[in-house]
């Protein structure tokens, strides 16, 4: 081929390429107005400004992502279509039907107006705030704010209602109206008509001090019946604002607080965090029950779509939010828990007597239904250690590892040997206030807490008999499936294991699993505590048993429990629990401990107890309490005086 025929040739083949592009192009660019209003509404309905009719077409999908942001997993998108095209004043406008729905399927219907423009033969589509949404302006987006229903109550034993919405008073001081006497009339006010209140009049000043502007500074919220105790004596000092609400509260104050749980306003750092599940002015769970079961105590969790401006919006830089479409509201779902109001209100009066942060559990041992939860902290809010509190439980486990020795052929009337120290690799382990009692019985060791005896026979079990007799006693297992605390017995060296065998080591426990660990003794089989019934344990993951996927403990030897029990008894009767001989009413059953915690020299010690009264099995912790008989037996003395 000639030099003059490939040029020839080269021209045609851009030519037939060009002409392809148009062709192209006329298949790609609508040439009607309907096509483009068509071609818009897909792409809408999609929220993928993908076609070409687009001027600017990147800027149209960040202008449209940005308005619809807000709506995030609440309400979906679920068609656009043109209803009508229409000419005025030299303008092209298609009318848009939205349809959005929320998760329950709601719908919110709305039309807007997109305006059309025709360039040469093709006609183009020009996104704005308005073409979403007519109450949109410029730089306009949606806003979401909650519209929830009644949150659901919780619920004890006999349906008895534990959590509800109440009244409550919002108290606060305006700066600009405060006299000089009026912050310390007013604290001492509330400290002296509401018990356990402890503001602090020196701190309210400085609030007052640090205040920027005319703001009002909250001062406390309170339950209605307390405020009715304390109005008389503040209702009338100067600056001093009171507002009415509601919020969910329990029974009574402090009624199994830290187990129930808050409820409180999301805050912005709650929204950032939930990345879009949680929107403002949403009511939260944010501790205990009302934290795990937020989704069912709040319901579906309705909304409002509300349009928001911004700075260069047209009505002059209002942020003001004109309410869109309000989904209806649904009331959440009630909770149902085993708590028992009569045993929880004796619960937590003996647990406010520990003088230290102390801790209650409370299980009925014939269907493990756990009855109370109690938890007290003399200075300020108590967290669930009843629940969640990891400690060396000390001697109250030797009611496990008292089981293990039985369990390898040990009887209660064996002779072991207490002598005041023992050595075990090297380690040397004592009696509490170095005592001796010489050569006894098993069972007299056990009731009077012989440290020594029970290390020297150590070597009786192995770590995984340990292992297995704290599994049988439903200490492993406890888990109620609300993220409660279990107990761990690892197996390790022959120094780790004596200490094991009084509870210190490397074995830890929560109270939870002590007081499982009686209710089986006193049931003779392995109990599996509830706390929540019905289907509620499905909403966060779990069957009804609370542990879910967890393998059938060992069965507990029923006559090997009988055993336990009668040495139990005999630590009421004769050992280091006798005062609670003179309990009214059926026999009390127990073991104290003193569990070792830290590096002081002499070491620190928690008190515990556990055992059971009838159908009523009972542990308690008193944090750096000292000795079980010393700290824990009294509160449990109160807590059966309580419920009797």
């Not at 009624?255 to 912005?268: C, D, P």
């Not at 008292?402 to 090297?426: F, M, N, R, Y």
């Not at 429990?561 to 280091?576: C, D, H, N, P, Y």
Request: glycine fraction near 10%; proline fraction near 4%.
């Amino acid at each position: 081929m000639s030099k003059k025929s490939r040029v020839w040739l080269a021209v045609a083949l851009v030519l037939v390429l060009l002409a392809g592009a148009g062709v192209f192009a006329l298949f790609r660019l609508p040439m009607t107005k309907s096509s483009a209003a068509e071609a818009a509404a897909h792409d809408l309905a999609e929220e993928q400004l993908s076609s070409d009719i687009w001027h600017e077409k990147d800027l149209a999908q960040g202008l449209f992502d940005r308005v619809t942001k807000a709506l995030g997993t609440r309400v979906d998108l679920r068609s656009v279509t043109v209803d009508d095209i229409t000419e005025a004043d030299g303008r092209t406008v298609a009318t848009l039907d939205w349809t959005w729905a929320n998760n329950d399927g709601e719908s919110w219907e709305y039309s807007s107006q997109l305006p059309l423009e025709k360039n040469g033969l093709f006609w183009w589509a020009d996104l704005t705030e308005k073409a979403i949404h007519p109450k949109l302006g410029k730089g306009g987006r949606f806003e979401l704010r909650a519209n929830q229903g009644r949150r659901g109550n919780i619920l004890g034993a006999d349906d008895e209602v534990l959590m509800e919405e109440g009244k409550v008073v919002d108290i606060g001081v305006h700066p600009n109206r405060l006299e000089p006497d009026t912050i310390g009339r007013l604290v001492s006010g509330l400290n002296d008509g509401v018990d356990s209140l402890d503001l602090d009049a020196d701190d309210l000043e400085k609030s007052v001090d640090d205040t920027e502007g005319n703001q009002l500074v909250p001062v406390v919220t309170l339950r209605e019946d307390d405020y009715k105790s304390v109005k008389d004596a503040i209702h009338d000092l100067p600056g001093v604002l009171f507002t009415e609400d509601t919020q969910t509260l329990t029974r009574s104050r402090g009624f199994a607080q830290a187990t129930l749980g808050s409820v409180g306003q999301a805050s912005a750092d709650d929204i950032e965090k939930s990345q879009a599940t949680i929107i403002p002015g949403e009511i939260i769970g944010r501790t205990g029950l009302q934290k795990t079961f937020n989704n069912r105590l709040s319901g579906p969790g309705g909304v409002e779509v509300f349009a928001k401006g911004d700075a260069s919006d047209d009505t002059g830089g209002t942020t003001k939010l004109t309410s869109l479409h309000a989904f209806t509201a649904e009331d959440g779902e009630d909770l149902e828990t085993t708590l028992d109001v009569r045993i929880q209100e004796a619960a937590d009066k003996a647990a406010a007597t520990g003088g230290k942060p102390t801790a209650l559990v409370a299980i009925r041992p014939s269907d493990g239904h756990v009855l109370a939860v109690a938890n007290h902290a003399p200075e300020g809010a108590a967290w669930d250690r009843a629940l969640s509190g990891q400690y060396a439980p000390g001697s109250v486990f030797k009611i496990a590892s008292g089981l293990a020795l039985l369990e390898s052929g040990v009887k209660p009337d064996d002779t072991i040997d207490c002598p005041q120290t023992a050595t075990v690799g090297g380690k040397r382990f004592k009696n509490a206030e170095d005592e001796v009692l010489g050569d006894v019985s098993f069972a007299s060791d056990f009731a009077h807490s012989c440290n020594t005896a029970f290390v020297s026979s150590g070597d009786e079990v192995t770590g995984d008999d340990l292992i297995a007799a704290a599994e049988q006693l439903g200490m492993t297992a406890a888990t109620l499936g609300i993220g409660a605390k279990t107990a761990s017995v690892p197996a390790d060296d022959e120094v780790t294991h004596a200490a094991q065998m009084i509870g210190q080591g490397k074995v830890q426990a929560s109270p939870l699993s002590v007081a499982t660990m009686a209710a089986s003794v006193q049931a003779g089989e392995t109990v599996d505590p509830q706390l929540v019934l019905g289907d509620a344990l499905d909403d966060v993951g779990v069957d009804e048993s609370g542990a879910e996927g967890a393998d059938d403990p060992p069965a507990l030897d029923g006559q090997a429990a009988k055993e336990i029990s009668k040495m139990m008894r005999a630590v009421v009767t004769e050992g280091t629990a006798t005062d609670l001989k003179d309990v009214p009413g059926d026999p009390v059953h127990g073991k104290t401990g003193t569990a070792e915690y830290g590096n002081d020299s002499p070491p620190r010690t928690h008190s515990w107890f556990a055992g059971f009264q009838g159908d009523l099995a009972v542990a308690v912790l008193v944090e750096d309490g000292g000795f079980g008989a010393e700290a824990a037996v009294p509160v449990v003395h109160e807590f059966f005086d309580n419920v009797n």
